[in-house]
């Protein structure tokens, strides 16, 4: 079996785990709260900055303790609106196509993104992916922990979770393809005989060159 693994922020749309938390906290019923949430968030953002730039796998540890005390029902009830209203809006240009043109080929698609699954499971379905692998939020009682459960997909994790999913399943790794935009996820487009950088960030688009990796641009910049 052949198979296209796809990131999905920066690759196929413009929306990111900061907007998509900030988008929950804004429509938390409690003004006060929310007011709280949505600030905090804003004020935080040169700091997840510096992590992101430091390792994306601690960036991920740290920010999403901001799910912590919400409830799960009530995030699940928002994902659809959180799609709607933030997502949709941001998907790039023939990124829906890209996928697919991948499928009608044969190929088996699979979103693997460090976002959490339940906000991204409305998109997955837009999509149309074959499958998806998340990151996923502890709950205890129906309430964020803010920990995620193991293992936290980035970096690393993600090229395990490609090599596992293709275990699993019987996946031609070399002649399979991945897609990121970002030098975070070198591991994953390694993982595979066909890797692309779509969209790519500077240090992405230079490796990419070095190792005469197809380059995608679904931005129209």
Not at 20 to 49: C, D, M, Q, S
Not at 115 to 136: E, S, T
Not at 189 to 211: F, H, S, T
Request: proline share 5%; with cysteine; glycine share 8%.
């Amino acid at each position: 079996m052949l198979a296209a693994f796809y990131d999905f922020d920066g690759t196929l749309v413009r929306s990111n785990v900061v907007t998509r938390y900030a988008f929950f906290a804004r429509r938390r019923p409690n003004r006060i709260e929310a007011a709280w949430r949505y600030g905090k968030t804003l004020l935080g953002v040169p700091v997840w900055l510096a992590l992101d730039a430091v390792s994306r796998r601690l960036f991920n540890e740290v920010f999403y303790r901001q799910y912590r005390g919400l409830d799960r029902g009530w995030l699940d009830e928002q994902a659809e609106a959180l799609f709607d209203e933030e997502i949709r809006p941001k998907i790039l240009p023939g990124a829906v196509e890209l996928v697919e043109r991948d499928q009608a080929a044969g190929f088996r698609t699979v979103l693997v993104s460090g976002g959490l699954d339940f906000a991204i499971a409305p998109a997955a379905r837009h999509f149309g992916f074959d499958d998806v692998i998340a990151n996923k939020m502890r709950f205890v009682g129906g309430v964020a922990t803010g920990e995620i459960l193991p293992p936290l997909l980035a970096e690393q994790a993600k090229l395990r979770a490609i090599g596992d999913y293709c275990a699993a399943y019987n996946v031609d790794s070399a002649s399979s393809k991945a897609y990121s935009d970002s030098l975070s996820d070198a591991p994953m487009l390694e993982a595979v005989g066909g890797p692309i950088a779509c969209n790519p960030d500077r240090g992405l688009r230079r490796l990419a060159e070095q190792r005469g990796w197809q380059i995608l641009d679904l931005t129209g910049a």
